[in-house]
Nanobody
Framework: QVQLVESGGGLVQAGGSLRLSCAASGQPYSRHAMGWFRQAPGKEREFVAASSWSGGSTYYADSVKGRFVISRVNAKNTVYLQMDNLKPEDTAVYYC???????????????????WGQGTQVTVSS
């Protein structure tokens, strides 16, 4: 059974940085896209960033372009989200997700992902 464990969330002041990690275990496949999504209170879950299995293709929501960077270390089955210049509107629970994929692309829609982590809270104070 696939398990995803996120870590790295916390409280930070506006303009600060955080690095989220998501470690995957139990997957019987070698290639998988990984993505980050977030959900703020009272709002729908939204796409943040995604990486193809090789890391060669990355995708970002317009709201985080230039501030967030997704990366992965396949040998560790881990994906990271470096978040810089954080803003109060980035406050949300952040979830990582995995989709087995032989194609070197990553989906941007949450329903296309098969496995999800439990989430980690990110709070940005003004």
């Amino acid at each position: 059974q696939v398990q995803l464990v996120e870590s790295g969330g916390g409280l930070v002041q506006a303009g600060g940085s955080l690095r989220l990690s998501c470690a995957a275990s139990g997957q019987p496949y070698s290639r998988h896209a990984m993505g980050w999504f977030r959900q703020a209170p009272g709002k729908e879950r939204e796409f943040v960033a995604a990486s193809s299995w090789s890391g060669g293709s990355t995708y970002y929501a317009d709201s985080v372009k230039g501030r967030f960077v997704i990366s992965r270390v396949n040998a560790k089955n881990t994906v990271y989200l470096q978040m810089d210049n954080l803003k109060p509107e980035d406050t949300a629970v952040y979830y990582c997700a995995v989709k087995p994929s032989w194609a070197d692309v990553a989906p941007l829609k949450g329903y296309e992902y098969d496995y999800w982590g439990q989430g980690t809270q990110v709070t940005v104070s003004s």
